[in-house]
């Protein structure tokens, strides 16, 4: 597990804290999934494994051009590597774990939404929380989960925003949901139609 579940008492329980793994986790094989942008953290926290002797599987999700492909292709030494785009990207991963046994270890890095998508997914296919690497990029854009039409609106940087389904605007809380990778909000002038703050910048 490379987040702690119970943050210090200053913080929203539900939000995860991410610790940096100091080494790669024990593994006979690595799934990896990355956002074009993330590819390089995966390549550096891989970087003691020996790729000849433990097999690494990088599939990129990117809904781009290939040039982006081609941008990150270098880097890949003795890695096997395959785009993969947003519709595939649950049969792809479903496909890859299918055909492993015990022992292989899942790494995702990117965006914090992208991360639990691959999180969920992969623990649908029977992993457990210890076999799954996270590894988060520098942005700091949100997913956020609407509780008044249940719609998730991305990317959302600042608070408050127009939720992207009803139009409500919605206060961004820092509680968590891990299934849906995205964060709660709440409409914030319910009380007082019209009534809203400046906005603020998530960090």
């Not at 990129?60 to 785009?85: N, R």
């Not at 792809?92 to 022992?103: S, V």
């Not at 990317?155 to 709660?184: I, K």
């Amino acid at each position: 597990m490379q987040y702690n579940v119970f943050p210090s008492d200053n913080t929203i329980k539900s939000r995860p804290v991410y610790v940096a793994p100091e080494c790669p986790a024990t593994a006979n094989r690595y799934i990896c999934l990355a956002e074009p942008s993330a590819v390089g953290l995966i390549m550096a926290h891989l970087a003691p494994v020996n790729k000849h002797l433990t097999p690494v599987h990088l599939i990129v999700f990117s809904d781009k051009t290939s040039a982006d492909q081609d941008a990150i292709t270098p880097e890949l030494d003795d890695v096997l590597y395959q785009p993969c785009g947003r519709d595939s990207l649950p049969a792809m991963l479903a496909a890859q774990l299918n055909e492993l046994t015990l022992g292989c270890h899942v790494i995702a890095a990117g965006s914090e939404a992208f991360m639990w998508d691959v999180h969920t997914l992969a623990m649908a296919q029977g992993l457990l929380d210890a076999e799954i690497t996270l590894l988060p990029s520098e942005d700091k854009y949100r997913r956020v989960f609407c509780a008044h039409c249940r719609f998730l609106s991305e990317p959302v940087r600042v608070s408050p925003t127009q939720c992207q389904g009803c139009g409500l605007t919605l206060e961004v809380r820092d509680h968590f949901s891990r299934r849906l990778g995205a964060y709660r909000g709440v409409c914030i002038d319910a009380e007082v139609p019209g009534e809203v703050p400046s906005e603020e910048v998530l960090d």
